[in-house]
Structures are given as structure tokens and as C-alpha cells.
């Protein structure tokens, strides 16, 4: 089945629409990533639920990390994250070199200051999740050469 | 962690697809006042993506040229509804004419976890299907109109989407739609 063509297309679609729809006056530009950032949270949340029904309870916080790098990360965007950094109190930072919502606007700096629109339902997606698992966080996104990006992951002491 | 199997992911690939379809939804009945407006936005975004769907469609399936729009029915159903959503809808009630016909959906994939609530009466859930399909023809030449007729998410035992054919697109040219 062919059904990422699809989801990519819905994504950008989101993007492009809802900037559209702020363009002709209706809600300003900062809010267009906070919606895409709710969406994505709301799908995070409702797929880990999906994931982990047959998972082993994890054994720390890095161990839900790891998952979100792997499984996560493998059946949302086809392949895991390349690197998974952190300093041990709870800062994570995921690299992706290859970025699969990105990759079809990578060649060449052109659109190199559209790509945080592009990041933002992502963003809530590792949110949602995370928060799912009982981790509050904050999550954040950089580009500075596509397709590659870090998302880094700011753990909330509860 | 064990490896999940291929069908597993599959699935749980579809949900992607299911779950941000109904957070776009959701987002979308929350900046718009009124359903129809919604319905609108849908049948607007489905036909933005139809419009590059049918070149991947096109690049995957190595259909060639329809003679008649029943031919076009059948690749709709069998190959495209299969190929991006993993059903394939019958083809039925077509008209005298061979203008019109219906593809019947037994289970709309969209809809997996989805309930209206009373206050939506008027939203078409799905409605960005109907934009899919129109932009997609519209890319080989041909306008037809697509609507909903029968919806599962509103007590009727099927989904029924109504395709009519309206005429061959002469110029290359889209119509002017943005």
C-alpha cells in the first residue's frame, strides 16, 4: 500500500492550508504552529497508545527515548533517528539526517526558512507521545541544513 | 525490542494517516463557525492533494489511458482506493447514461475511531475524499462531480460516494481553481 504518498501530501496540504487561511486574515502566523503543534500532539498521543499495547513496560526514561528513536520513528517516517544525544538530565537531542518531511524541499537554501513550518506537527507528534508515556516536555526543532534536524527534547520534572 | 511484523506496521501506518486526518478535522471545526465552511476546506485541501496525488498514482500504477468512464470507475476502485487505502469499493447504480455511478465503501478508513457528536450534524466527515477524486480527474481531463450521498458516520449502513461525469477538459489548462 502507497499510503505514505499520502500522508505526506495530507501534511503538506495542512501546512499550506492553514497558513493560507491566516494569510487572508484569519489568525495570525504564530498560531498556525501552535495548531500544527496540537495536531501533532493529538496524533502522538492517540498512536503511542497504539504502539505500546504489546510493548514491555519500560525501564526508564532513556529506554522510552530509545523507542521513540526506533519503532517510533521507523513506522511514522520510514527510518530511525541517526543520532540520539543527551547530557543525562533531561535533555535529549534527536538528529535526523534525512528527514522525511523535508526531503522534498532540500535541494538547494530556497526554502531553507520554510522548513520550521514543516517541523512543527512533528514536534507535537514526540510530545504527544511522550506524553502518553507519563513524560511532560518541551520540544523543540532546528534546521540548518535540510534534510537533515535536531528535535531536542526538554524533559518537565513533574 | 522485537521487531514488529511488516503487516503490524502496515497497519499502524494507516492509523498515521487516520488519526491526523481527524486532528486536521478537529482543528478545522475549531477555526470555522459553521460545518458547511468545514466541509468547504476539505473538499478545497482533498483537491490540492488530488492534483499531485494522480502524478504519483500515475509514476506507481502504469495504468494507461481510459476509453470510457467506466474503465476510469473500475481504476478508481480497484487500483486506487487499493492502493492508497487498502479497500477497494464497489461500483454500483450506474445511470442509464453511463455518466454516473456510485462506489460503495464498506468500511471508510477515515472514520476508524471517529463519531460525530450531535452539535455536527452537517459536516462530511470525509469530505476531502470528494476533493481528491475531483482534482485528481481533473488532472487527465476530466470534471466530474463527486459527492457524498450515504455515510456510515451518520447511521447509514454504508458509505456512498456519487461520481458524475461532466465533461472532457479540451486545453491542458486547470480550471480556475487556486
Redesign the interface.
Known sequence: ???????L???N??V???YR?AEQG??ENGRCTT?LE???F??GQ??IE??TKD?ARFKDELDIM??IC??FW???FKKQIDNLRTNHQGIYVLQDNKFRLLTQMSAGKQYLEHAPKYLAFTCGLIRGGLSNLGIKSIVTAEVSSMPACKFQVMIQKM | MALRSKRQRLGLNSELFTLTYGALVTQLCKDYENDEDVNKQLDKMGYNIGVRLIEDFLARSNVGRCHDFRETADVIAKIAFKMYLGITPSITNWSPGGDEFSLILENNPLVDFVELPDNHSSLIYSNLLCGVLRGALEMVQMAVDVKFVQDTLKGDSVTEIRMKFIRRIEDNLPAGEE
Do not use: I, Q, Y
Not at chain 1, 500500500?1 to 500522508?7: I, K
Open positions: 500500500m502507497a499510503d505514505e504518498a499520502l500522508f501530501l495530507l501534511h496540504e495542512m499550506a492550508g492553514l487561511a484569519e489568525g495548531k496540537s495536531m501533532g493529538r496524533v492517540g498512536l497504539r504502539f510493548t530509545k523507542f526506533k519503532d521507523t513506522t511514522v
